[in-house]
């Protein structure tokens, strides 16, 4: 699986959005970019997974690029409970693990 | 619909002894996984099993550790003999069979070895 590299930290302040970036520069056609997050002291959670095409779910907006090297996941409105760290993880489908790397601590400030 | 749940949430064993992690995946996944988070290191995987049948067990660290799922419902990882660079939390995750895109994770086992 691709490697992908993310920002250590980011702070956002509460109510605006909260953009995350992943470059994901080795990236295989088959390759689905995801995101994941991880809420202190809980299991991770899905947040949203694409392609190709910009997707939107009730919890997040995903951009990716056209080259697909890069993408930007979007919390429209950011609250204290988005505080957790985010993972960004390229995946071919079918291939069932996911390969965490350090993800981006994101504090949302109040 | 219940969530993934693991048992036992915290597990404080001393070097040596053995221990038994439970899984309880959603009802209806097929596929099952394993994780774990040792100190200061990233998530790993462990391995997956779809149904009964271990499909990829390329993260276990070594055979100190035993995966089963018999029946194809839950799961237990056993470790024995613990040593202390086994401490950390375990992950259990389950997903619907495919096309899977979504791992639904439990809540971790907290694993203390001293």
């Known amino acids: 699986d691709a490697k992908t590299t993310q920002p250590t930290s980011m702070d956002c302040a509460e109510g605006r959005a909260a953009n995350l970036p992943c470059n994901h520069s080795t990236i295989s056609g088959n390759e689905y970019v995801y995101w994941y997050r991880q809420i202190h002291s809980q299991g991770p959670q899905y947040i949203i997974h694409?392609?190709?095409n910009n997707e939107t779910n009730e919890m997040a907006s995903l951009i990716i690029t056209e080259d697909r090297k890069s993408s930007t996941l979007i919390l429209p409105h950011a609250t204290l409970r988005d505080t957790a760290v985010y993972y960004c993880i390229v995946r071919v489908g079918g291939n069932e693990k996911l390969t965490f790397g350090t993800g981006t601590r994101l504090t949302i400030i109040p | 619909e219940a969530g993934v749940t693991q048992f036992p949430s915290h597990s404080v064993i001393e070097k040596g002894q053995t221990v038994t992690l439970r899984c309880d995946p959603i009802s209806g996944h097929d596929n099952l996984y394993w994780y774990r988070r040792v100190m200061g290191k990233e998530i790993k995987f462990l391995l997956h099993f779809v149904k009964e049948s271990k499909q990829d067990e390329s993260g276990m660290p070594n055979n100190r550790f035993l995966a089963e799922r018999t029946g194809g419902t839950y799961s237990t990882l056993k470790v024995q003999p613990a040593e202390l660079e086994d401490s950390g939390v375990y992950f259990c995750?389950?997903?619907?069979?495919?096309?899977?895109?979504?791992?639904?994770f439990g809540p971790g086992t907290r694993l203390t070895v001293t």
């Open positions: 694409g392609l190709k």
């Open positions: 995750a389950s997903s619907h069979p495919l096309p899977s895109y979504e791992q639904y």
